[in-house]
């Protein structure tokens, strides 16, 4: 595709700004469709569809286990050795499935930034950080040591670091988590991606920071036309900043809608359990008014549950939820994997 | 909530009382303080929560309190009645590290049971499932080994041992935050139980202000190993007189109701660092009300009312802030708005996902 072989010409050394403006608008940055994934004969992913358009931010929620971080890494690539996957995952049009090697290291950190949960981990600790940024431009983009130490730069800045020239020089252990996340994010938009993938990118900072991070995020997505898909288990997150939610469970799609529409009238009985447990009660003492919550353990993918593999947690089950596999459907613009969503009125509060 | 002791101000002898604590870290190149002239009571069967951020001396604090860090100066008043071995018992953030891999639960639910003695006979085993079931847990976990366990059983099996001490004061570092938030309810709840059960009494150690709000009777925020506020659960949350307190409590991510523009206010910078904390309010370096007097003077804690002796706040300005019309979305926030919010210190707004569309000229997605 256009949009590919754009990442390995030069360009200006600034970098900065949306990706090639040669890109076909109606490609959607990311198309996931169909994959599934096994790894020792358990199957993982189940059939796994979703989208993300150009400039769209898409929340992908569930809790842990649900196959959220390994739909995220599939989309890269870096599925575990031995994994048998089926389906096709298209970034700006190229399947990174079938794609050859070479093609994918192009791709990772070319069309695709990655920002992970654990930014010190993610970092080298022998470099400092500035250097890291420079060494990802010169991987992908034609550039002399110069330019991409000027590219690091004014990356460090854009993120919001107080003093990119100190910040340049310094190593991990010298940062704080705050500010490692912000490097790593200066590094995943460092070949000015089309599409950025956060795997949790605020769980493991304090709160404040956290803010901080998610309203950069949002601003830089903004500024930049950037498609984002943001993985993250704290559905509150979601909602303030992602246009649309998809929610996984148990390796499946089981719900994917709009952000307004899934805070108003959840389609899925597991999104809106969700919902109703990530209600913050800061009011104290007023009464005993916890939220709803949900019982029970998530289900394994090893011995997936029969029917509906939320049924068993569900509190709108019926007989038949546990009969068959229900198909995803769609519904309002929206798609559901619920037998009862017609049936089922989740608003907010009780249904 | 749980309890009908009287917040523990002085009614009768308090469960713990730290007074003027002072915990130091003496690290050849960078000595620093992490809990700095802490006081505070708990009374028999409440529920104290500190929150913090990382690195604010939290976790020193508890450490502190349960015997693990030796004070510097000031001391730790502990009075649970009778010997004090085993009545003090912690349970730890990392429930995955705090159990023995290689026993079988009901082993290491049982060891409190016969101290000093390496082996655990089988005649601990009824007890060992009593506790199971109080922390609702079914048999069939006990012959299992915790990598068997998902982390939300772990840490129930933590709580179960701590039962087995026949513990008083129970201090939690954490205890639901590596948890799903679907099973944090339960586990918070299970918490209370227990505690209105055995009467115990807790301190618990928390990042996260929404979490312990369910569960806590009175809050203590610190911040760079200073106490700044104190009081009762209900008052910190609706009236939070330290500016630091309000911006962690805007900070928490909130579902965003759909109808209303919600503004989220970003407080900007990090936490000092303590081995060079700044002089007077250590907040004042991103405290938007800042003054002179703020780098000048170290305010202490002093009652947010006089008839009030239960909430206090160390704050030079806090009648100022608590006076501003809407103190929680103040006239420097309506400036910030107009500036970037990534490069300006202070305070920033962010928009709402419809707000930004609309200031970038799109129409929403629905």
């Given at each position: 595709m256009t949009a590919q072989s754009a990442g390995r010409h030069p360009r200006a050394p600034t970098l900065i700004g949306p990706g090639p403006g040669a890109r076909a608008a109606e490609t959607p940055a990311l198309v996931v469709d169909g994959l599934s994934l096994a790894v020792d004969g358990v199957t993982l992913l189940s059939d796994v569809s979703l989208t993300v358009s150009r400039g769209e931010m898409v929340g992908l929620v569930g809790e842990s286990g649900s196959g959220k971080t390994l739909?995220?890494?599939?989309?890269?690539?870096?599925?575990?050795?031995?994994?048998?996957?089926?389906?096709s995952i298209r970034v700006a049009g190229v399947d990174m499935t079938t794609a050859a090697p070479a093609v994918l290291r192009q791709m990772r950190g070319g069309q695709v930034g990655m920002i992970f949960q654990e930014p010190r981990s993610s970092l080298n600790p022998a470099l400092p950080v500035g250097r890291q940024i420079a060494d990802v431009v010169r991987a992908h983009l034609d550039m002399s040591r110069g330019q991409?130490?000027?590219?690091?730069?004014?990356?460090?800045?854009?993120?919001?670091?107080?003093?990119?020239?100190?910040?340049?020089?310094?190593?991990?252990?010298?940062?704080?988590?705050?500010?490692?996340?912000?490097?790593?994010?200066?590094?995943?938009?460092?070949?000015?991606?089309?599409?950025?993938?956060?795997?949790?990118?605020?769980?493991?900072?304090?709160?404040?920071?956290?803010?901080?991070?998610?309203?950069?995020?949002?601003?830089?997505?903004?500024?930049?036309?950037?498609?984002?898909?943001?993985?993250?288990?704290?559905?509150?997150v979601v909602t303030q900043v992602c246009d649309r939610v998809v929610t996984m469970y148990c390796g499946q799609v089981v719900n994917a809608d709009t952000t307004a529409r899934v805070l108003s009238a959840p389609s899925h009985p597991y999104t809106w359990a969700l919902l109703e447990s990530g209600r913050v009660k800061l009011a104290g003492a007023d009464g005993d008014s916890s939220p709803a919550e949900l019982a029970g353990q998530p289900a394994s993918p090893v011995h997936p549950p029969q029917g509906c593999r939320f049924h068993p947690r569900c509190p709108f089950a019926e007989?038949?939820?546990?009969?068959?596999?229900?198909?995803?459907?769609?519904?309002?613009?929206?798609?559901?994997?619920?037998?009862?969503?017609?049936?089922?009125?989740?608003?907010?509060?009780?249904? | 909530m749980t309890a009908s002791v009287t917040p523990g101000t002085g009614h009768g002898a308090p469960a713990v009382r730290v007074s003027h604590l002072r915990v130091s870290y003496d690290g050849r190149r960078r000595p620093l303080t992490a809990v700095d002239d802490v006081s505070f009571d708990v009374g028999i069967g409440e529920t104290v929560a500190v929150i913090g951020e990382s690195g604010s001396g939290k976790s020193t604090l508890l450490r502190a309190i349960a015997g693990l860090a030796p004070p510097a100066s000031g001391h730790v008043e502990i009075a649970v009645g009778g010997s004090a071995s085993g009545r003090v018992q912690v349970v730890f953030q990392d429930a995955d590290l705090a159990l023995d891999p290689r026993q079988p639960v009901w082993k290491t639910i049982a060891e409190p049971l016969i101290p000093r003695q390496l082996r655990v006979p089988k005649q601990f085993r009824d007890t060992a499932m009593d506790l199971l079931r109080e922390v609702g847990l079914g048999a069939e976990v006990a012959d299992r080994r915790p990598h068997q366990l998902s982390g939300g059983q772990r840490q129930r099996v933590t709580i179960a041992r701590a039962l087995a001490a026949r513990a008083v004061l129970v201090l939690l570092d954490e205890p639901v935050s590596a948890q799903d938030v679907t099973l944090q309810a339960s586990l918070l709840r299970l918490l209370s139980s227990i505690q209105r059960q055995h009467g115990l009494t807790y301190v618990i150690?928390?990042?996260?202000?929404?979490?312990?709000?369910?569960?806590?009777?009175?809050?203590?925020?610190?911040?760079?190993?200073?106490?700044?506020?104190?009081?009762?659960?209900?008052?910190?949350?609706?009236?939070?007189?330290?500016?630091?307190?309000?911006?962690?409590i805007d900070a928490v991510p909130r579902i965003a109701d759909h109808s209303a523009e919600m503004p989220q206010r970003v407080i900007e910078g990090e936490p000092p660092d303590l081995s060079n904390p700044p002089s007077g309010c250590r907040f004042r370096t991103r405290c938007p009300f800042a003054t002179d007097q703020c780098a000048a003077e170290v305010p202490v804690l002093q009652a947010c009312a006089s008839d009030?002796?239960?909430?206090?706040?160390?704050?030079?300005?806090?009648?100022?802030?608590?006076?501003?019309?809407?103190?929680?979305?103040?006239?420097q926030l309506s400036q910030a708005a107009a500036r970037s919010p990534a490069n300006e210190p202070g305070i920033a707004f962010s928009r709402t996902r419809e707000g930004q569309q609309a200031a970038r000229g799109e129409s929403g997605p629905s």
């Open positions: 739909t995220g890494l599939s989309i890269l690539g870096l599925v575990p050795h031995g994994a048998r996957l089926t389906g991409a130490r000027a590219a690091a730069l004014s990356l460090l800045g854009q993120v919001g670091l107080p003093s990119p020239r100190s910040c340049f020089a310094a190593y991990p252990h010298e940062l704080s988590g705050g500010m490692c996340q912000r490097v790593m994010i200066a590094m995943a938009l460092a070949c000015g991606p089309s599409l950025l993938i956060a795997d949790e990118p605020t769980t493991a900072l304090d709160v404040t920071v956290q803010a901080q991070i998610i309203t950069l995020l949002r601003s830089i997505a903004d500024e930049r036309d950037l498609s984002v898909l943001l993985i993250t288990h704290n559905l509150a007989p038949r939820c546990a009969a068959a596999v229900p198909e995803i459907t769609p519904v309002n613009g929206g798609q559901t994997r619920c037998v009862r969503h017609g049936e089922l009125l989740l608003g907010a509060g009780q249904p | 150690v928390s990042h996260d202000i929404a979490a312990v709000a369910r569960v806590a009777d009175r809050v203590g925020v610190m911040y760079a190993a200073k106490l700044v506020e104190i009081g009762p659960v209900s008052r910190v949350l609706s009236e939070p007189r330290h500016p630091y307190t309000q911006a962690l009030d002796a239960d909430h206090q706040v160390a704050c030079h300005r806090w009648q100022e802030i608590a006076a501003l019309p809407h103190s929680r979305l103040t006239p």
